[in-house]
């Protein structure tokens, strides 16, 4: 039975097989070792390609908000706790930032109609409509915490048709990269949904499409 004898040299492989030499290129590129180092060292490079992912909102599903009349002016807020929050991944990994939008139309039952001005707000309380805060951020898993410069409560005014979209929250630039939450039920500052209801309103369901988009840039 002939021997076999395999030895390497130079990125290349000898094989002797039935007295015949016959050399296999080694792998193309392979890297040069230098055997005066003290291990005989190879040296390579290493290459981590990230491709840019989206920019997302995830937002409540709707808002819900419900009081008794009882002749004085009031103030609701959305107490359903999943209405408090919303997320944003920026996976886009330009670090441009990102800022949240809101528009809503007139608040509508029937005939009956609330004011475009002043009865729809939101800030980072579901207990003062005219809290100065912000809604909390958090990270899911890593993140780079945005940095926010909307003034609150901000004021959403409605319109009957083609309501004009005003920025809620915002992310400056190098922040808000990857995934985070604004706002939350268990947070320090849930964001709160408000509207305002005067004293002379008639009684029944007032509705009113609320559209939310995150775009790009703070």
């Known amino acids: 039975m002939p021997k076999q004898r395999f030895s390497r040299a130079l990125g290349a492989v000898v094989v002797m097989v039935a007295g015949s030499v016959v050399l296999l290129s080694g792998r193309a590129g392979a ?3 230098d055997p005066g180092s003290p291990a005989g060292d190879c040296t390579l490079t290493a290459t981590v390609t990230l491709t840019a992912g989206p920019l997302t909102l995830a937002a409540p599903a709707s808002l819900s908000l419900a009081t008794t009349l009882n002749g004085t002016d009031q103030n ?3 107490t359903t706790a999943a209405d408090q929050q919303y997320t944003v991944n920026d996976a886009t990994g330009s670090g441009a930032g990102w800022h949240v939008t809101t528009s809503a ?3 509508t039952n ?3 109609t609330l004011p475009d001005s002043g009865t ?3 800030n980072g309380s579901t207990s003062s409509v005219s809290s100065t805060n912000a809604p909390s951020s958090t990270c899911v898993g ?3 915490l945005p940095t926010n410069s909307i003034t609150y409560p901000v004021a959403i ?3 009957a048709t083609s309501p004009t979209p005003v920025t809620i929250y915002n992310a400056a630039a190098a922040s808000g990269l990857g995934a985070v939450v604004i706002g939350g039920s268990t947070a320090a ?3 709160g949904w408000w509207v305002r209801i005067p004293a002379n309103a008639a009684s029944g369901s007032y509705t009113s499409t609320v559209t939310m988009a995150i775009v790009s840039g703070p």
């Open 31 to 33: 890297a040069p070792c």
């Open 142 to 144: 890593t993140c780079t």
């Open 157 to 159: 005014t409605t319109a």
């Open 189 to 191: 500052n849930p964001v």
């Open 76 to 78: 609701l807020v959305d």
């Open 105 to 107: 139309t007139t608040f």
């Open 120 to 122: 729809f707000l939101t």
């Open 110 to 112: 029937g005939t009956q």
